[in-house]
């Protein structure tokens, strides 16, 4: 009996699945880190009094929100590295670029949103006290909005988590790459894809669980 | 200590300010009064650039709040503003509300700004909410904080824009008695406000505004016994 379920094709893929589930965690977590902090730049841009900072932010967030996730990192792994510059990256490293880039446009308008959702009243005691429109931004804007980016950063997380499995295409080792080289090999395709799912579902699940309950205990 | 020249300010088309000319002296009381939509609020942020200038001149010490070259931020610590709504830091506890622009403007260490804090809570009489976050007050308690926040700055005048008016009837007084407080110990003030019995009692003068200009201005006893403008006979009538 124990020997059937250690013989089966659903537990016999799982060391398998599991290196591609590590490499998925990284580049979401990666991607998402530096999409965030590109996001908040185009985000406050975005929001900018300058006319031009503005014009480049939307310029970026249309075009990334506008074109397949699955067109920009073939775009940058192929079209951008090889033929325009002519210096190749590991697919890894153009995988975590293109969860950024396209992350950046998404998180930018959370960012937008949230800062934009903060009382004007707040931003004119800050200004009317004396600090500079910066310090207003980092001190009192920014702190209250940042409570307000949680829940849809969440969002984005599970999102961009999903958007990983799209890097199969440019051979990256995420969890449904690593599954099509298991199952290319075992024949075990609906074995193996229902375990990818699961695997999928095991972070998804427990994490719109957790963001639920966040979006509650912040009040949001 | 604030001279208005010629102040115009428009929204788009709209024309708020059509041409204010004011003076302010050191220690003065002046209340601002007026139906709404007359312009006093919007007269009232200009003097610290909350609402930009779209023509005229504003000095404050001297100082020409339209010239670029002004160093608005430092002006602006020099003029202590309270809000109708109070817009306290809700994130922030109520004495990191006071200490905050002391630290970052000022360059103050956290121990001299709690000091500050501290002995401007006492003067509010909310020492022993010092440590509480702004959402668990009362709405007179937001506003006197708020006035400690702006005195915290140590401000050469002090602005109100409505400062009673969101609150409830029996927490009007105690924000009132902070503000008569500060006028006595010299402050200087311009209050707009709904609150013809402190216009009254503590305004030095009165500024009556209608339609975005200055229909009339004098001695309290004068303006509320005596009007001569017909638009503030009305405006009066009405609410007296």
């Known amino acids: 009996m124990i020997d059937a379920i250690l013989e089966s094709p659903y537990i016999n893929s799982l060391p398998v699945l599991f290196e591609g589930l590590k490499l998925t965690v990284l580049i979401t977590f990666s991607g998402l880190f530096l999409g965030f902090i590109l996001g908040a730049i185009v985000g406050i841009g975005r929001l900018s009094k300058k006319k031009l900072v503005r014009s480049i932010s939307i310029v970026y967030i249309e075009v990334v929100r506008g074109t397949p996730i699955l067109v920009q990192v073939l775009f940058i792994y192929y079209g951008l590295t090889e033929d325009l510059i002519g210096l190749s990256i590991n697919s890894l490293t153009a995988a975590i670029i293109a969860i950024t880039i396209n992350a950046a446009a998404y998180i930018a308008e959370i960012v937008r949103g949230a800062v934009y959702s903060i009382e004007k009243g707040q931003g004119e005691a800050g200004r009317s006290l004396g600090l500079t429109e910066n310090d207003t931004m980092r001190y009192i804007i920014w702190p209250q909005a940042f409570k307000r980016m949680i829940p849809p950063l969440g969002n984005q997380f599970v999102i961009s988590l999903k958007d990983t499995s799209l890097f199969s295409v440019i051979a990256v080792g995420e969890l449904l790459y690593m599954g099509k080289q298991y199952y290319n090999v075992t024949y075990e395709i609906f074995e193996t894809l229902l375990m990818v799912s699961i695997l999928y579902l095991l972070i998804t699940i427990p994490t719109s669980v957790y963001l639920r309950r966040l979006e509650r205990k912040l009040d949001v | ?240």
């Open chain 2, 1 to 240: 200590m604030i001279t208005v020249k010629d102040l115009h300010k428009s929204f788009g088309d709209l024309e708020v300010l059509k041409g204010i000319n004011a003076d302010v002296k050191e220690k003065e009381v002046v209340c601002v009064i007026g139906p709404s939509g007359s312009g006093k609020s919007t007269f009232l942020r200009c003097l610290n650039l909350l609402e930009d200038i779209t023509s005229g001149h504003v000095y404050i010490n001297g100082e020409d709040l339209s010239d670029p070259n002004t160093n608005i931020n430092k002006l602006r610590a020099e003029v202590g503003m309270v809000f109708q709504h109070f817009n306290l830091f809700p994130h922030k506890t109520v004495l990191e509300n006071i200490t905050l622009a002391p630290m970052k403007v000022k360059g103050l260490s956290k121990s001299e700004a709690d000091d500050i804090g501290l002995a401007l809570l006492a003067k509010v009489g909310l020492s022993e909410k010092a440590n509480d976050y702004p959402e668990s007050l009362s709405g007179g308690q937001k506003q006197r904080v708020a006035i400690a926040r702006a005195l915290a700055m140590n401000p050469k005048v002090m602005l109100f824009d409505e400062p009673t008016s969101a609150l409830d009837p029996e927490l009007v007084g105690e924000v009132l008695q902070v503000m008569k407080d500060l006028a006595e110990e010299g402050m200087t003030m311009i209050v707009v406000t709904h609150e013809m019995g402190f216009a009254r009692e503590m305004g030095d003068r009165v500024i009556f505004m209608d339609e975005g200009a200055i229909q009339e201005e004098g001695d309290p006893n004068q303006i509320f016994s005596n009007p001569q403008n017909p638009r503030t006979q009305s405006f009066l009538s009405k609410i007296l």
